[in-house]
Every structure is written in C-alpha cells, then in structure tokens.
T-cell receptor, first 113, second 110 residues
Framework: DVKVTQSSRYLVKRTGEKVFLECVQDMDHENMFWYRQDPGLGLRLIYF???????EKGDIPEGYSVSREKKERFSLILESASTNQTSMYLC????????????FGSGTRLTVV | RKEVEQDPGPFNVPEGATVAFNCTYSNSASQSFFWYRQDCRKEPKLLMS???SGNEDGRFTAQLNRASQYISLLIRDSKLSDSATYLC???????????FGKGTRLSVIA
C-alpha cells in the first residue's frame, strides 16, 4: 500500500523553539506539499516542491521554510514557533502533473504553548 | 472572491436519502476537478475526479458545468458511513497545486 508518512501525530512545542516536521513518501512522487488546516479556514498551502532541492512558496509561507534534499523526504521547518502556528499540518505527494490528485499523510497536530 | 466556494453545511439527512453538494470556482481557466472526502480527525482522501461528461461511481455521481463554473456531487441512498466533510478541489493545470474548498459537512442520521 502506497504511503505518505508524517513523523509525529501530535507535537507540543514552546514558543520560540525551532520545529521540524518530517514527511516521507514511498511512491517515487516528484511533487510534495505542506498544508495547514484550521477550523473555518480550510486547507492552506504553505510550500511545495516539484523536484529535489526545488521549492515554491504557497499562499502562507511566512514563518516557515522547507527542505527537500532527497526525493522521498520533504521537511517543514518552523524557525521560531509561535502560538498562531498551532494547527494541523498535512503533507501530501503526487506524481507528474498535479491533476492526478494527492495522497495525504495522516497529519501532525502541533500545539505551540 | 474566493477561488473555490462551498456551502459549509452541515447537511443532516436520514439514511437512504439523496443529497447533493454544490461548488463554484472562480477561475474559468481551471482544468481539473476533484471531490475529496475527509473524516473527522483524518486526512483528506480522493473520492473521485470530475469529468466534463459527468461520471458515476456506485452511489456517487459528479457533474461539471464549465459554462457556469459549477461542480456537483450527488450521493444516493445515503449510508451512516457517508458522514464526513466533502471537499471540492480545483486546479488550473497539471503543474499548479490543487486549490481546496473549505468543505461541506454531511451527517447521515439513522
């Protein structure tokens, strides 16, 4: 069964900490994405990558960075966590051409205190 | 104007009912369309793609009206297990990210 795996289901971090969220896919997909999902706001795109070492800003990149050193791994980094970054973070991947749809990971619920 | 708009619901329907969800999108250049399903506290999962000719998968029928920039999802003979949030999803082309609506919540009641 193909999978997108996010390293943590739940995380609690302190304000100001540097936070790493890891995502690994085993489908040899070119494209990977990070979204956050908040009640009433839906899914919002933070960053995406269509190749190793490539990255593109999504709709809400402020306060985040990403790293894609290997095809299967896409990391989201919160440089200095703040309480307004408390959210559900969802990683997804897709093959060539985004119109094939995404496979999502099970999400990381991050709480910043 | 929001790119993808959906009625948030909730839609509360009895088992066996037929229910329809609608979605409008703002960019007439959009090329690909999908419905995703998201269960409570779970990730979204692809339910079906939406084609111009309309398509059916069991009890689910999806329709696309490009002239009106409108997508619909019809669920016949609703089951308790259909209770979820249904996300309307659009993309401009094969190389632009998917844009998600905020979802329509469905509760099927026994």
């Amino acid at each position: 069964d193909v999978k997108v795996t996010q390293s943590s289901r739940y995380l609690v971090k302190r304000t100001g900490e540097k936070v790493f969220l890891e995502c690994v896919q085993d489908m040899d997909h070119e494209n990977m994405f990070w979204y956050r999902q908040d009640p009433g706001l839906g899914l919002r795109l933070i960053y995406f990558s269509y190749d190793v070492k490539m990255k593109e800003k999504g709709d809400i990149p402020e306060g985040y960075s990403v790293s894609r050193e290997k095809k299967e791994r896409f990391s989201l980094i919160l440089e200095s966590a703040s309480t307004n970054q408390t959210s559900m973070y969802l990683c997804a991947s897709s093959g060539q051409g985004f119109h094939y749809g995404y496979t999502f990971g099970s999400g990381t619920r991050l709480t910043v205190v | 104007r929001k790119e993808v708009e959906q009625d948030p619901g909730p839609f509360n329907v009895p088992e066996g009912a037929t229910v329809a969800f609608n979605c409008t999108y703002s960019n007439s250049a959009s090329q690909s369309f999908f419905w995703y399903r998201q269960d409570c506290r779970k990730e979204p999962k692809l339910l079906m793609s939406v084609y111009s000719s309309g398509n059916e998968d069991g009890r689910f029928t999806a329709q696309l009206n490009r002239a009106s920039q409108y997508i619909s999802l019809l669920i016949r003979d609703s089951k308790l297990s259909d209770s979820a949030t249904y996300l309307c999803v659009v993309t401009l082309s094969g190389n632009t990210p998917l844009v998600f609506g905020k979802g329509t919540r469905l509760s099927v009641i026994a």
